[in-house]
């Protein structure tokens, strides 16, 4: 079953009274570093009632020098298996922040490239449904009464992410797919620092940037509908969606943002660049850290 990329918090409301049993609800948020911020310990203080916390730098590999890389099926699927998940649930995944969609994308784009479909995002995440006067709650979460389901089966999916190889081969070619960056302005042409300090700020060559947060209505607290997203991604240099796509950004969060943007634009084969800008300029020659527009 394919859902809906996007749902709103009435629907999820009225969901979870009617038939909780089909849905099960994640947070997904993570913050740099540099925010200061504890995401599993501000689950526990407020989350959406029977929500589960997914954590993306533990639900990852392990053996990778890189931050939060996909995990092997065996392990998400163990990972999933634990927070009461079959591959027969609706999966609704939120994210805390202030504009909300930035991280949830990441595990939407998670269980996708590990064949689960019925996987949605919450317009408006957590704020929202605060906004429209649903209840939350706090403490320790309950055990799960689901332990005993079918462990959670995951099929790996490889045409939804490439790898460093694949984009080194891609700015060789004479014929390149299209890159679009989700980081900040400064980021992308080198003026401003990355917030990971160890790292040189740039882009890649021939890579064009979107900031993410463009396909944000931050106004209303939700995304932008599919014809604003469409002429963002034109602006981007990218006006026609039956060519190829690949998204990234600082370590794989917001890039999934854009694929996910993408995706309610009708375009469901976008890659994401796991490794994104950390890798990249970690393991590129010097001479494709590109600074300026």
């Known amino acids: 079953m394919c859902a809906r990329p996007l749902v709103r918090v009435q629907w999820l409301h009225q969901m979870l009274k009617e038939n909780p049993s089909r849905i099960r609800v994640l947070d997904g948020s993570w913050y740099l570093p540099s925010a200061k911020r504890d995401p599993p310990k501000e689950f526990l203080e407020k989350r959406i009632p029977g929500a589960r916390f997914f954590d993306i730098d533990d639900c990852r590999d392990k053996t990778n020098?890189?931050?939060h890389m996909i995990p092997?099926?065996?392990d998400f699927?163990?990972?999933v298996s634990k927070l009461g998940i079959t591959n027969d649930s609706h999966v609704v995944v939120y994210d805390s922040y202030a504009n909300p969609g930035v991280s949830a994308p990441r595990t939407w784009w998670t269980f996708r490239v590990f064949g689960h479909e019925n996987?949605?995002?919450l317009d408006g995440g957590l704020h929202?449904?605060?906004a429209s006067g649903f209840p939350t709650e706090s403490g320790d979460v309950p055990e799960d009464s689901s332990k005993d389901n079918a462990p959670f089966k995951a099929n790996f999916n490889p045409n939804l992410v490439c790898d460093f190889e694949f984009i080194m081969n891609n700015i060789k070619s004479d014929n390149p797919v299209k890159v679009i960056d989700a980081r900040p302005p400064g980021r992308f042409t080198g003026v401003d620092p990355e917030p990971r300090p160890q790292l040189s700020s740039g882009h890649m060559p021939k890579s064009s940037s979107l900031p993410y947060l463009k396909c944000i209505n931050t106004e209303a607290k939700c995304f932008k509908d599919p014809d604003e997203l469409k002429k963002l991604f034109s602006g981007a240099g990218f006006s026609?969606?039956?060519k190829p796509l690949v998204t990234s950004c600082g370590s794989g969060v917001?890039?999934?943002g854009l694929l996910f943007a993408s995706f309610l634009c009708g375009k469901t084969d976008t890659k994401l660049y796991d490794g994104?800008?950390?890798e990249f300029v970690q393991r590129a020659p010097q001479e494709m850290i590109i600074k300026g527009e």
């Open 65 to 67: 020098p890189y931050e």
């Open 72 to 74: 092997s099926e065996e």
């Open 77 to 79: 699927g163990k990972y």
């Open 119 to 121: 996987v949605s995002v």
């Open 128 to 130: 929202q449904w605060c």
């Open 240 to 242: 026609d969606l039956s």
């Open 254 to 256: 917001t890039g999934s």
């Open 276 to 278: 994104s800008w950390t």
